[in-house]
Nanobody, 124 residues
């Protein structure tokens, strides 16, 4: 398994912000796309945001549209997910994945690598 590590999660009050990071090896981010997914207890995994590595073109899930900014830093082999105006329903484990281009727009079957996840908890 090629290292792919999320960080930046934590406990935040409703309305607050968090910035998640996904750091990977050069090999991992040679993948065309990176995606963020989340999973809450008892719920299905859902797409949050994605980005095409080469162009930086972003994709956002409707559930969080307007509250997210995804970006990448090629020099650091890192993808960032800025999350603002967080709500209690955003509470979940957030996972970063790297893989084929379809991953950027939300297809988890396009993932070749998955991180271990980072917990985001939003209190009311």
């Amino acid at each position: 398994q090629v290292p792919l590590v999320e960080s930046g999660g934590g406990l935040v009050q409703a309305g607050g912000s968090l910035r998640l990071s996904c750091a990977a090896s050069e090999r991992t981010f040679s993948s065309p796309a990176v995606g963020w997914f989340r999973q809450a207890p008892g719920k299905e995994r859902e797409f949050v945001a994605g980005i095409l590595w080469g162009s930086g073109y972003p994709y956002y899930a409707d559930s969080m549209k307007g509250r997210l900014t995804i970006s990448r830093d090629g020099a650091k082999n890192t993808v960032y997910l800025q999350m603002n105006s967080l709500k209690p329903e955003d509470t979940a484990v957030y996972y970063c994945a790297a893989g084929y281009a379809g991953l950027g727009s939300g297809n988890p079957k396009s993932a070749n690598y998955w991180g271990q996840g980072t917990q985001v908890t939003v209190s009311s």
